[in-house]
Antibody
Framework: EVQLVESGGGLVQPGRSLRLSCAASGFTFDDYAMHWVRQTPGKGLEWVSGLSWISGRIAYADSVKGRFTISRDNAKNSLYLQMNSLRTEDTALYYC??????????????WGQGTTVIVSS | QSVLTQPPSASGTPGQRVTISCSGSRFNIGTNTVNWYQQLPGTAPKLLIYSDNQRPSGVPDRFSGSKSGTSASLSISGLQSEDEADFYCAAWDDSLNVWVFGGGTKVTVL
């Protein structure tokens, strides 16, 4: 069974940094692209970033480009999101998501339960 | 304002058929396949339809997807009370080089 467990969320002041982690199990991690998607309370979904190990492709939403960095450690079956220069509008539930295939363009498949990030002074 | 446009709500009685539309552009739906997600209250989204009209294993065949030009739709036939959820469409956008979602449609079973 595919499992994705996020951690690292919390309350942080504007301008500070936070690093999210996602532990993956139940599938061959190297074979799939991975994503981060966020959802603000009572609102819709926003794709944040995606990374394909096989193609080397990395993509970011314009709203986070230059501030967030996605990375993965295949040896640890883990995905990360380094979030710098956080803004109040980054407050959201952040989901780690496995792709349908090995390319970022295939799309989101299995979702974790999410970790909450609150940016507030 | 979402790049993909969905109606905010839809409803039907048990057993009815409900259809949700998703409108985009030539850069997203017009060029790439569409995925649909179901989000039950208090839970993470779940992949419902991928590649316009394919159902992952375990998804009932009451759910079906279609696409024509720059629009896609999700149909739920034989509506059941457990289908009450938010539904989102998504597609890769070749112009923006990002995944774009619709704003979501809340389905209510009357």
């Amino acid at each position: 069974e595919v499992q994705l467990v996020e951690s690292g969320g919390g309350l942080v002041q504007p301008g500070r940094s936070l690093r999210l982690s996602c532990a993956a199990s139940g599938f061959t991690f190297d074979d799939y692209a991975m994503h981060w998607v966020r959802q603000t309370p009572g609102k819709g979904l926003e794709w944040v970033s995606g990374l394909s190990w096989i193609s080397g492709r990395i993509a970011y939403a314009d709203s986070v480009k230059g501030r967030f960095t996605i990375s993965r450690d295949n040896a640890k079956n883990s995905l990360y999101l380094q979030m710098n220069s956080l803004r109040t509008e980054d407050t959201a539930l952040y989901y780690c998501v496995k792709d349908i295939g090995h390319l970022v363009k295939y799309g989101m498949d299995v979702w974790g339960q999410g970790t909450t990030v609150i940016v507030s002074s | 304002q979402s790049v993909l446009t969905q109606p905010p709500s839809a409803s039907g009685t048990p057993g009815q058929r409900v259809t949700i539309s998703c409108s985009g552009s030539r850069f997203n739906i017009g060029t790439n396949t569409v995925n649909w997600y179901q989000q039950l209250p208090g839970t993470a989204p779940k992949l419902l339809i991928y590649s316009d009209n394919q159902r992952p294993s375990g998804v009932p065949d009451r759910f079906s997807g279609s696409k024509s030009g720059t629009s896609a739709s999700l149909s739920i036939s034989g509506l059941q009370s457990e289908d009450e959820a938010d539904f989102y469409c998504a597609a890769w956008d070749d112009s923006l080089n990002v995944w774009v979602f619709g704003g979501g449609t809340k389905v209510t079973v009357l």
